[in-house]
């Protein structure tokens, strides 16, 4: 399995690379619009040395930020220089081969508890913060990507902070979830908010039906969902040798459904067929429903079943997938209907929609007539009802990162703006950052931001306006 996955690297975006730098000045192709003045940054993992085993989903995270100001274009990358990454700087070789594992003649007292701080990124509250699942959240500091530390909120807040904290557009509230919250591989969740100015003003856990992989969750005006899909986890078997996570479709689909202000013993639990999902698009309340758009995998990608095979390929791939919840039925299961039959990932809104009804979306998709199957690149555009408003197709063997929407100003409509994505030329072996105008993505990119280098496919991103 590492051979296969070493090849896929070798013929794809994934292989890390080996330097961090500075361009001030990019060469840019059409122009840059000048409503952009910001910085979009990227996260993603990019092992600082090579790790016999270890998942892709492991590597040290690697920042990506490219400037863009009255036209212009500059970029800086830099690892963060967790406790895990400066072990290893010193030592000069890899010291942990992923989920905490050790690798032999690693030095007493060496750890990776701190994580590797490489999935996402998110401003709030005037705080930069580099997110993996498993660990704290890390604080950044803007322009020189420097690491500041931890970020626990003055001890408000302990364990495991998920990637993908939901902000809440009117009130500027950020709300919060953690798997794993009792110990590694267990079902304890924890969740909570942290207001506008920064103060944690929730902190709460519960249990799951079973311990599962929770990568986002669903927040809506009123509501928060959870959904403990079977990726599972299990300690006995990581203490076996075996996945410590897998795909165990026989435990089933579950969503709990909780009101915002309630309490978790008021969490109502709703089921369905089996399925994975990483990635949430948005959700809302209409009457007595609640409605959640996300790309569903039929079966996991990625993790393999308890035994070590592998899922079903034609089966682990994402669409764009509808789930209902009827809240005043007399009934505990959710309904499944996908939208689209093309394969897609990365969901992303206009975030000032953030937890209500959407007009607006975009997916990064793969091209169906490519032999690289699962490749992500192109953009898909989608309305409410997730039709279909506009597609675009890059040149064959090309792939495109998560689209990140930057609106006009802030009093522009809903979907009025730009979307940004890092696309990797595979016959030039380098990247550009594209800039797509929002609502018209069949266009093509009204400007490209050339790089001299590869940015490795990598999770997520946003963009922070220039203050």
């Given at each position: ?94 010291l ?5 594992r050790?690798?032999?003649g ?39 990507l ?5 970020c626990d ?7 495991p902070?998920?990637?993908?904290p ?11 979830f ?6 590694p ?8 908010s ?19 992989m ?38 089933g ?79 505990d299961?959710f ?13 992303r ?13 975009w ?79 069949e ?25």
């Amino acid at each position: 399995m590492l051979e296969q996955a070493t090849t896929e690297m070798a013929r794809t975006n994934l292989a890390p690379i080996p330097m961090e730098c500075d361009a001030p000045h990019l060469k840019v192709t059409g122009e840059i619009p000048r409503e952009l003045n910001g910085t979009l940054y990227r996260n993603g993992p990019n092992p600082q040395f090579d790790a016999p085993g270890a998942h892709w989903f492991v590597g040290d995270g690697m920042l990506h930020a490219f400037h863009l100001e009255n036209g212009r274009a500059s970029y800086r990358n830099r690892w963060v220089r967790t406790p895990k990454w400066l072990a290893e700087h010193d030592a000069g070789r890899a010291l942990f081969g992923g989920f905490g594992r050790k690798l032999p003649g690693a030095p007493a007292g060496t750890t990776d508890d701190g994580g590797v701080a490489n999935t996402s990124i998110i401003f709030h509250a005037g705080k930069l913060l580099a997110l993996e699942e498993g660990h704290l959240p890390t604080e950044i500091e803007p322009g020189t990507l420097n690491r500041l530390g931890y970020c626990d909120y003055k001890g408000a807040i302990k364990g495991p902070f998920t990637a993908h904290p939901k902000i809440d557009p009117v009130t500027g509230e950020m709300a919060f979830f953690g798997y794993n919250a009792a110990g590694p591989l267990t079902p304890a969740l924890s969740f909570g908010s942290v207001n506008a100015s920064g103060i944690v003003t929730r902190f709460d856990r519960f249990e799951a039906p079973y311990a599962s992989m929770v990568h986002d969750f669903i927040v809506t005006e009123n509501h928060l969902l959870f959904p403990i899909l079977p990726i599972t986890g299990s300690m006995d078997r990581a203490m076996r040798g075996k996945p410590p996570y897998a795909w165990e479709p026989d435990k089933g689909a579950y969503v709990g459904v909780m009101k915002r202000n309630s309490s978790p013993k008021d969490i109502v639990w709703f089921r369905a067929e089996s399925c994975y999902v990483f990635h949430v698009m948005n959700a809302w309340e209409e009457n007595n429903r609640i409605i959640a758009d996300v790309m569903q995998f039929e079966e996991a990608p990625l993790f393999p079943h308890p035994d070590g095979s592998k899922t079903d390929p034609q089966k682990s791939r994402a669409r764009y997938c509808r789930w209902t919840f009827d809240l005043a039925g007399n009934t505990d299961r959710f309904t499944q209907t996908y939208l689209d039959e093309l394969t897609g990932e990365f969901p992303r809104i206009d975030d000032r929609r953030t937890g209500q009804a959407n007009s607006h979306g975009w997916y990064a998709c793969a091209n169906p007539d490519l032999p690289m199957f699962g490749a992500l690149s192109g953009i898909v555009h989608v309305n409410g009802e997730g039709k279909r408003l506009g597609h675009y197709l890059l040149p064959a063997g090309d792939t495109i990162s998560e689209p990140v929407f930057v609106e006009r100003g802030p009093d522009a409509a809903e979907g009025d703006g730009w979307l940004l994505a890092a696309v990797w030329r595979a016959q030039e072996n380098r990247s550009d950052l594209a800039v797509f105008n929002a609502q018209d993505v069949e266009r093509g990119p009204v400007a490209l931001v050339h790089l001299g280098h590869r940015v490795p496919d990598g999770f997520h991103g946003n963009w922070v306006g220039a203050a």
